[in-house]
């Protein structure tokens, strides 16, 4: 699985992104999908995931109620829509595919990251 995030950009605080993810390959369907991000100086951190089982989604506490994360099968396509965003949010964005069978202690593939900043 290939995997190819955009829709990064600059923003003011308050404003929204639509970060994209392209999958190839004809397995998409069947593996959990996430966004993570890593902020300069810090550790790549889960955002959030989606269930490829019942679209189950899961996020990190600071971005609850902002961020939505979705998934569109026909398309191969992972999306992470962001709202109200706040320069905390300023990162690098990484979507990734997770094995069910492995869960996400071990991801299985990840894209190349797509620059998030947000300006106050």
């Known amino acids: 699985v290939q995997l190819q995030a955009s829709g990064g950009g600059l923003v003011q605080a308050g404003g929204s992104l639509r970060l994209s993810c392209a999958a190839s390959?004809?397995?998409?369907?069947?593996?959990?999908m996430g966004w993570f991000r890593q902020a300069p100086g810090k550790d790549r951190r889960f955002v959030a995931t989606i269930s490829s089982s019942d679209g189950s989604t899961y996020y990190t506490d600071s971005v609850k109620g902002r961020f939505t994360i979705s998934r569109d099968n026909a398309k191969n396509t992972v999306y992470l829509q962001m709202n109200s965003l706040k320069p905390e949010d300023t990162a690098v964005y990484y979507c990734a595919a997770s094995n069910p069978t492995s869960g996400w202690g071990t991801v299985g593939y990840w894209g190349q990251g797509t620059q998030v900043t947000v300006s106050s």
């Open positions: 390959g004809r397995i998409f369907s069947t593996y959990d």
